[in-house]
Structure formats: structure tokens, C-alpha cells
């Protein structure tokens, strides 16, 4: 039996232009997960302020970052692709889709036509809706128009999984030495989706500790992070939870990235290291967003040093995580 891996990635220009980006930001602005108001309103919004606002903006940022391969986030996914299905051998295949821009989501589940079993895993570690949910989507609509819909293994989160926090932590072990404290920054989401999910209280500090599963993204992440402070036997006064990337006006989860930096400062912290697990490949949010900006920021706060922490990106610890995953019995399930 054929079985077949499809890796989900949000996805990234084709090109550092201004017209490869302008593209790109309009498709996945334009996804009524990612902002969720009315189409006539979103339209407006998304064509009349973001787009004339943001793509120039966006695209100095693409190009201080752009290597030579490319587009990081794209070499990382297509490089954890080739390595897994090296690893994985002939019996299965490996296929990486992007939400949004190449290679398509669509174009990767057409590699996977001749699979009879399929294990589905968005590279999200905690579950929002703007990311996972509209992924899970598309490739759900697309099997079901075929005739014979292979048997699937969904991984719909995998914020608690130990082959993860484990990868995760050793990835981060050996910077702790030469700094003062780790900062964990995720990705933010307006507090509205928040709500959306079932969580009706925004809390503004550490969520309610549980050992059962929670659809609330920030408490998910506030769950990774103490797995991780656990794998890596740290306190609660050397690690701080973080959430970037934040866009408009309306309320995001907090606390901020950039805030927590002005309060490093006043609490004495000169040297500092900044881990993104809700990222396994590093991209814009964490190359240019934390690698250059915020750097640049705590260095004119009067910090010393900051130092990003590359995501998992092909990471044999994280791959070997992957393959445990898929070696384990088919079922119908999320991890």
C-alpha cells in the first residue's frame, strides 16, 4: 500500500518584488479565516488601506531576508520534504503544499493521488483557525471530490507532542548558558478568534495550567511553554511568553513581543534569547521580525545582545519525530 506525508505550510512569495508580494498578501489576506469580516467589508479593507499600505512595507522586509535558494520558508519546508522522504523510503510520498502561493496545496495533494492511506500534517504546532483550520479546509474539500478517499491521519496540533518539545528544547539547550533570560515568542491572533474558538475569557497573563487538550490557541502556547520550560528545567523567572506579529488596530492576545523587551530592560536583562515555537521553519515573522527588528530595538533599549534561535527547520530530531508519528498504526486521528 502506497502511503503518502502531505507537509501544509502557510506559504511565501515567488520573488522579493513588489508585485510577487502584492499577490501574495492579497491571497491570503483575502481568506475569510484570516480576516474574518464580511466580503464587501474585507474587500474594502484588504484593496483600500492593507495592500496600498503594506506591500512596500513587506517587501523591503522580504528582500532583507532573501538567500540565495530563496525564500527561507520554502527552502526549509522543501528541505524537511527531501530529507523525510529519504528517510521514509519508497513506500510512502512526500508532498509539500503552501495555503498560499507555490507549490500549491492543490498541486502537492495531485502527487498524493495514488496514495490509499494519507497522513495530513499542517505545520502549525498550536491550532488557530486562520492556519491550521483554513489548510485542513482546503485539503478536506479537495479529497472529497474524489472517488476513493484515502483513509487519512489528521495531525491537527502538535503543541504537546514529546518527539516536538523534545526537538525543540535541545535545539534551544545550548544558548541558554550565554544569556540572561529566553523569551518564547508566537505568533499573535486577534482576541476575537480567541473568543471564536469557545474561550470566552482573554486572560492577560499565564493561562490556567490543564492536562487535557484545549482548542484556545494562547493556551496552547502557554502549554508549549511549559512543556519546554519543564524538558529544559527552567523557572518561571527565566522564561517569558510573548506574541508578535500583530496587524491593525484590534486587539491582539497579549502580552506583546516588542512590550516585554521595554520590561527586560528595566528588570536588568542584557543578554537575550528568543526561541519561535509556533514556527518550525524560520520565515519572515522570525528572520526579519525578531532576528533584525526587534534586535535592532533591544539594542537601542540598551540591551547588550539578542540572539534568535533558528525553528526546527530540517532538524533531525524533529524529522525523527515525524517518522514516529507515520510509523505508528493508521487511524483516524490528531496528536
Not at 519561535?276 to 537601542?300: M, N
Amino acid at each position: 500500500m502506497q502511503k503518502g506525508v502531505l507537509l501544509i505550510n502557510l506559504g511565501t512569495p515567488d520573488e522579493p518584488t513588489y508585485r510577487s508580494i502584492r499577490r501574495y498578501l492579497a491571497e491570503f489576506l483575502a481568506d475569510k479565516r484570516v480576516v474574518d469580516l464580511p466580503w464587501p467589508l474585507r474587500y474594502a479593507l484588504l484593496y483600500g488601506f492593507i495592500l496600498p499600505c503594506r506591500t512596500r512595507q513587506t517587501t523591503h522586509a522580504y528582500q532583507a531576508i532573501w538567500t540565495e535558494q530563496g525564500s527561507p520558508l520554502r527552502y526549509h519546508s522543501e528541505q524537511l520534504r527531501d530529507k523525510l522522504q529519504k528517510k521514509l523510503g519508497e513506500q510512502y510520498t512526500v508532498a509539500l503544499g503552501m495555503r498560499y502561493g507555490h507549490p500549491h496545496l492543490l498541486d502537492a495533494l495531485q502527487k498524493l493521488n495514488s496514495c490509499e492511506h494519507i497522513t495530513i500534517l499542517p505545520l502549525y504546532p498550536q491550532y488557530s483557525s486562520s492556519a491550521t483550520g483554513s489548510s485542513l479546509e482546503v485539503a478536506l474539500k479537495t479529497l472529497a471530490t474524489k472517488t476513493v478517499i484515502p483513509s487519512l491521519q489528521i495531525i491537527r496540533d502538535f503543541y504537546r507532542d514529546p518527539g516536538f518539545i523534545t526537538a525543540q528544547a535541545q535545539l534551544i539547550q545550548p544558548y541558554l548558558a550565554n544569556h540572561d533570560h529566553l523569551l518564547l515568542s508566537y505568533h499573535g491572533l486577534p482576541e476575537r478568534h480567541i473568543r471564536q474558538s469557545g474561550c470566552q475569557t482573554i486572560c492577560s497573563t499565564t493561562c490556567p495550567r490543564s492536562t487535557t487538550d484545549s482548542t484556545c490557541y494562547r493556551k496552547q502556547c502557554y502549554q508549549t511553554t511549559a512543556s519546554l520550560m519543564s524538558a529544559l528545567h527552567l523557572t518561571e523567572e527565566q522564561v517569558s511568553t510573548g506574541f508578535q506579529s500583530r496587524l491593525g488596530r484590534t486587539p491582539w492576545i497579549k502580552p506583546y513581543t516588542d512590550d516585554l523587551l521595554h520590561d527586560f530592560i528595566n528588570r536588568g536583562i542584557k543578554r537575550l534569547a528568543v526561541a519561535c515555537p509556533s514556527f518550525v521553519a524560520d520565515c519572515l515573522e522570525t528572520l526579519e521580525e525578531i532576528g533584525l527588528r526587534a534586535k535592532q530595538q533591544w539594542l537601542q533599549l540598551g540591551g547588550e545582545q539578542l540572539t534568535l534561535i533558528p525553528c526546527l527547520n530540517d532538524d533531525e530530531r524533529w524529522i525523527a519525530s515525524i517518522i514516529r508519528v507515520n510509523a505508528a498504526p493508521h487511524k483516524n486521528t490528531k496528536t
